[in-house]
Nanobody
């Protein structure tokens, strides 16, 4: 079955950019909806990006709209989240999740990675 693993987090300064990766194993991302979520210290998990497997539509949350770009590689084995102009409030653990033929992204998605930590200093 599908497994996903995030990478690319780290310590950056305000204004920097990062590209997070979500690598699939066991299956590629064909026909999977993919979500990026984040959880800041002391806060609830927040969905920030959702890719629909139905129509390829990408939905960004207001908190990252204009600063985030979702992409998949041509082999459909890796999904990416590029975040620009990072701010301290973007500090969080970032998670990738996927579910078969998903049109929406939510906490009940079937396959989750363990997360990658992003820390943004002022």
């Amino acid at each position: 079955q599908l497994q996903v693993e995030e990478s690319g987090g780290g310590l950056v300064r305000a204004g920097d950019s990062l590209r997070l990766s979500c690598k699939a194993s066991g299956h590629n991302f064909d026909y999977y909806g993919i979500g990026w979520f984040r959880q800041a210290p002391g806060k609830d998990r927040e969905r920030i990006v959702c890719y629909s497997s139905h129509d390829g539509k990408i939905d960004y949350s207001d908190s990252v709209e204009g600063r985030a770009t979702f992409a998949k590689d041509s082999k459909k084995t890796t999904a990416y989240l590029e975040l620009n102009n990072l701010q301290p409030e973007d500090t969080a653990v970032y998670y990738c999740a996927a579910d078969w033929f998903a049109d929406t992204c939510h906490s009940d998605m079937k396959f989750w990675g363990k997360g990658t930590r992003v820390t943004v200093s002022a």
